[in-house]
């Protein structure tokens, strides 16, 4: 094999796996799959090959020739239904159809096993539209999803609550730096996460007993690393899964109202102009510069004309540290500021009548919808229908509303 085209168009990868062992019994629950390419080539390491792969616009049709061969695997060996599979996932791949040579081992594996999906918070960013469709098949077809490498970037925990993961995985970094201020600000993140949703905290890179001991502190309950196993073939009798704690999430609903719709069906509406909401609208902006950990911050500004020059500026500086800042509205361009992103609105979207602006961090959340009522005169005088909110649940119900219409942070280069 002379390129990483070769690779791709042969199928030429290799699954491997690392047991995932429930700490205060050492039962294996499930195992993870990590893909090699072609052995003693520089493509053997994954990172490689992705890296080559993206380049050559590829990347999604390796990812899910990575995910059939972890399948395929799993299903040879007789994986039991009830012990998990996790298998990584670039969201982005979800835009791309299955290939056709590789749609039948998917399917098995939809009706055999029990798969949990892992993205990580550099793809949430990267294509949240994306990410919101490929977590929702997930629940639909009964898998789970995970949240890979949680406290390596601040991001990941402001874009925790987008995933809503079943099972959230420390970094491994967060073991070696037990006393590090940032390690317990993650760990009292993903402690309220998992209280309010129950998900399973899995600690990874438990290489020692102090390892073990950290993780358990930490709140994890179950553990990846070298002291449970190495990656390597799945043994001839997998273990069967007897009260596995990786329960799924039942696929909702979809919701396709707008922020507004959301907010105001749960709390009063009052009424007011927009010259009486720009100060709570600047307060909600400057929450997103506060704080240690980045929140994501969102807002729908009707038009291009209302993101002004002096706008553009504070999302600039809010951008800067922030894992998300986006701005919708009707002629704004995919950047219209440096590190932000943007989304035209089309003619009859409903969003072209809401002003809205919405923030979400590990720690805090907050809602400004408002409905114009379609005065003319004066911008100032416009009157708006308005709502404010700090419930959790529902800033985030009303956030989502709003990541779907953004487009990938980059459109992958296709070569022949």
């Known amino acids: 094999m002379t390129n990483v085209h070769d690779i791709v168009d042969r199928r030429a990868v290799v699954s491997v796996f690392q047991p995932l062992v429930e700490i205060g019994t050492g039962r294996v629950l499930g195992y993870e799959a990590l893909s090699r390419g072609p052995a003693g080539t520089r493509w053997e390491s994954p990172a490689t090959l992705f890296a080559e792969a993206r ?5 999604a ?4 020739v990575c995910r059939a061969s972890a399948y395929r695997a799993a299903l040879d060996a007789g994986l039991d239904a009830g012990v998990a599979l996790f298998v990584n996932m670039e969201p982005e791949a979800w835009r791309t159809p299955c290939p056709p040579d590789l749609r039948a081992v998917v399917e098995r594996a939809h009706e055999r096993l029990h798969v949990i999906t892992e993205m990580t918070e550099r793809a949430i960013a990267e294509d949240p539209a994306a990410l919101l469709s490929a977590t929702a098949h997930c629940r639909a077809v009964g898998w789970g999803v995970a949240l890979d490498d949680v406290g390596a970037n601040p991001a990941s925990l ?22 590090d201020p940032h390690t317990a600000r993650v760990v009292a993140a993903v402690a309220a996460y998992a209280e309010s949703t129950g998900a399973v905290v899995l600690a990874e890179g438990i290489e020692t007993q102090r390892h073990l001991a950290t993780a358990r502190v930490m709140g994890a309950t179950v553990g990846q690393g070298w002291r449970f196993g190495r990656p390597g073939p799945l043994p001839p009798a997998a273990p069967s899964g007897v009260g596995s704690p990786f329960v799924t999430q039942v696929a909702g609903p979809q919701d396709d109202r707008t922020p507004f719709a959301v907010v105001s069906s749960k709390r009063p509406v009052r009424r007011t102009t927009k ?10 902006e400057a929450l997103a510069l506060e704080g240690p950990e980045p929140p994501v911050l969102l807002a729908c500004f009707q038009h291009s004309r209302h993101f002004s020059a002096a706008t553009a500026r504070r999302f600039t500086r809010i951008a800067a540290h922030s894992p998300l800042v986006a701005a919708l509205g009707e002629g704004l361009t995919p950047i219209p500021a440096r590190g932000v992103r943007g989304a035209d609105l089309a003619f009859g979207d409903l969003l072209r009548g809401e002003w809205n602006v919405i923030v979400v961090g590990p720690h805090r959340a907050a809602a400004l919808v408002a409905h ?3 005065d003319v005169g004066t911008d100032g005088d416009r009157r708006f229908d308005f709502a404010l909110t700090h419930d959790r649940p529902l800033v985030i119900e009303a956030a989502r509303s709003l990541l779907r219409n953004l487009a990938p942070a980059h459109t992958p280069v296709l070569t022949g």
């Open 55 to 59: 380049a050559a616009g590829r990347d």
């Open 372 to 374: 114009d009522l379609g």
């Open 158 to 179: 402001a874009l925790m609550p987008f995933v809503r993961p079943d099972v959230v995985k420390l970094d491994m970094q967060l073991l070696h730096a037990p006393d």
């Open 275 to 284: 010259a009486d909401l720009m100060p709570l609208s600047r307060h909600l």
């Open 61 to 64: 049709e390796l990812d899910w």
